[in-house]
């Protein structure tokens, strides 16, 4: 509001409420006018509106128009798209996931900003349980810190007695000094250990910490979150493993330098000042050099930096490599199998030469930093006697006096230089905490441990899909289900087929509420599942899947992992097992139950796996059942034992089953048809075949294929 807007757009539907339009052609203007002036016209704006219409009309409907995708996703995603109006009348052509990105980076530097000020309070209320040794450690860098002095003011003391006329009072002064610094010594030895074991503990908890908090606050999110690249597999772990511990750089081990510094100036400036306030003014006149130099050593390079983030949509180089390290070995036997070894290496090495290049321009200034510093002591050296010389010969001051004022504050510049050293770490530090606490109060969209909501008492198990739309939030312009209408009743078992891509793994995840959708419900015995205990719905929901993953664990552990509501029995994990068709096989393994089924139940067959996964979804009794084409990757001997475990598990409960082998899901009450979110056809088995239409001619295609 009261802002002049200029756009320019080629989607003329996006600029139709303009107050005023101008259309142009090779430079000149052609018409202007309100859009409907101009249309009245039937000039050239008319031709080129028409022309788009037509081009829209023919354009595959799976795409939404603008308006429709910021009306909606604004609805849906409100805190990813806060800022989509804006973006959208800056550039009228950019796409919605432009849009997105712009704007998660918007509420990323938000983010940043809100947490700059107080964030160093939340991560030392964080360390709170540790507050004790925070303050043993503090207090002992105070007295470290004005150790550096007092041992310097000793030193002076005794470079004054060899002008000592009387030898023998000199060498026995001297001898007593010598006893006081071997105890500074000592006490300054007892101080910095106990700094350090204070700190290092309460570090280590707070990484600790944080790692559990972060690791949980990942498994709160919605499944569209970990959807997103920069919330990948490896950048994730990368996060987890380094983030949190960056954090030791704040937090106890930062307010220990801090009260180590304020301890070296105090002690410092006190015995410099008594000595000879002049010289000491002086000589502080180096310290802005000395500030200078502290920031060149820790400057963040924001600018190198940028540039990486815009290139990485957020990730770090080193993120970046981590994702692909974890990708590689992650799917070792496809990179290997395919040859990819090779191309994974040279991406791995592309990126951590760019994390190379960075790190190196960030040490030369910082180098640059570390000399100057250096040279600072050297400046102090030459302005305290120069100066020293003349207050000397004025009668102003007592040559050793010089020499303390210039002892303490460069032995309390260095004890300060070796505060500033520390920014480095704090500024990664920082970067990480921003991420951590941003990470931290993210609200979940739908958060799984979330137990507020209906619990039914008497589930039945009606299910019902109700004119459902949705689009997944990382591609927010295809419409994957456009108004899907699905009952399936209770205790039956309703197939779902379609050509691959038209949305019936969606169906699924919907149901278990990996994503909600945008309009429409999903109602459980009447009541929509979004009102619904999220953990409770899940526990009625047995979910077998095409590529059913195992836990490196045994394969009781497995099955009983079905169940994590209470203790599941031996007795129970071996019925559910039986009713898998699995129980004599897993008998005959020289471990049995016990057998250990490796990372992802690499150590067993495809066929075993699919079973297991199975009883795993049986032992918890679940209502409904849903097996999205849990027998497709199967040979057909394993298929039938498989089919055969299922059509037991089938009894009595809701089942919702997707296939592409429509003649595993013959059997079925129902079948329907999906074809690009929508579902075309429905009916039975043999009903569906009189209708000659599109599961007619699927099936049709696979028995050509089977004979
Ligand atoms: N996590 C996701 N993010 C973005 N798009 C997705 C995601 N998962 C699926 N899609 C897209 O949604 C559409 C429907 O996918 P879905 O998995 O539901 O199809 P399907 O009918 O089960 O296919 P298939 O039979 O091949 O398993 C596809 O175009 C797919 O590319």
Known sequence: ???????????????????????????????????????????????????????????????????????????????HLRTLSLVSAKSAGSDVSDMEENDSENVEIKNKKCCHQPFIFKILKLNLPEIYWIIIGCIASIIFGAITPIFSF?????????????????????????????????????????????????GEALTMRMRIISFSSMLRQEIGWFDKEQNSLGALVTQLSSDTSNLKGLSGVRMGVIFNAVGAIVCSLTIAFQAGWKLTFIVLLFVPLMVFSGILQGKRMTDTKKSNEKNNSKLSWSEKGGTYATEAIDSVRTVVGLHQEEFFISRYEDCFQKEFKRTMI???????????????????????????????????????????????ITFGAMSVGRSTAMIPDYAKGKESAIRILNLNKRQSQIDPQNPDGIVLDNLTGNIEFEQVKFVYPSRPT?????????????????????????????????????????????????????????PWLRSQLGFVQQEPVLFNLSIHDNIAYGDNTREVSQHEIEEAAR?????????????????????????????????????????????????????????????????????????????????????????????????????????????????????????????????
Do not use: W
């Open 362 to 408: 960030k040490i030369q200034i910082q180098s640059l930093g570390t000399g100057l510093a250096n040279s600072i002591m050297f400046f102090i050296h030459a302005a305290s006697f120069g100066y020293g010389s003349v207050l000397v010969e004025n009668g102003e001051m007592e040559a050793p006096l010089v020499f303390r004022v210039f002892s303490v």
């Open 478 to 534: 295809l419409r994957v289900l456009k108004g899907f209408d699905l009952p399936a009743k209770a205790s039956q078992t309703t197939a779902i087929c379609g050509p691959s891509g038209s949305g019936k793994s969606t169906c699924v995840a919907l149901l278990l509420r990996f994503y909600d959708p945008y309009q429409g419900s999903i109602l459980l015995d009447g009541h929509d599942i979004r009102e619904l205990s999220l």
């Open 579 to 707: 009713k898998a068709n699995i129980h004599s096989t897993i008998i005959s393994l020289p471990e049995g139950y016990n057998t250990m089924c490796g990372a992802k139940g690499s150590q067993l067959s495809g066929g075993q796996k699919q079973r297991i996964a199975i009883a795993r979804a049986l032992v918890r009794n679940p209502k409904i059942l849903l097996l999205d084409e849990a027998t497709s990757a199967l040979d057909v001997r394993s298929e039938k034992v498989v089919q055969e475990a299922l059509d037991v598990a089938r009894n009595g409960r809701t089942c919702l089953t997707i296939a592409h082998r429509l003649a595993t899901i013959r059997n079925s009450d129902k079948i329907v048809v999906v074809d690009r979110g929508r579902i075309k056809e429905s009916g039975t088995h043999d009903e569906l075949m009189d209708q000659r239409g599109i599961f007619y001619k699927l099936n049709m295609a696979q028995e050509r294929d089977d004979e």
């Open 1 to 79: 509001m009261g802002r002049t807007t200029i756009v320019i757009a080629h989607r003329l539907s996006t600029i139709r409420n303009a107050d005023l339009i101008i259309a142009l052609e090779r430079g000149e203007v052609m018409e202007d006018g309100t859009h409907n002036e101009l249309m009245d016209r039937k000039g050239l704006y008319y031709e080129l509106v028409t022309a788009q219409q037509r081009k829209e009309k023919d354009e595959d409907e799976d795409m939404l128009d603008d308006d429709k995708q910021v009306q909606l996703l604004k609805k849906n995603y409100p805190r």
């Open 154 to 202: 000793f030193f002076s003391q005794i470079y004054a007695l060899f002008a000592e006329p009387d030898v023998a009072k000199a060498n026995i002064e001297t001898r007593n000094y010598a006893l006081v610094i071997f105890f500074i010594g000592i006490f300054g030895g007892l101080c910095q250990c106990v700094s350090s074991i204070a700190f290092s503990k309460s």
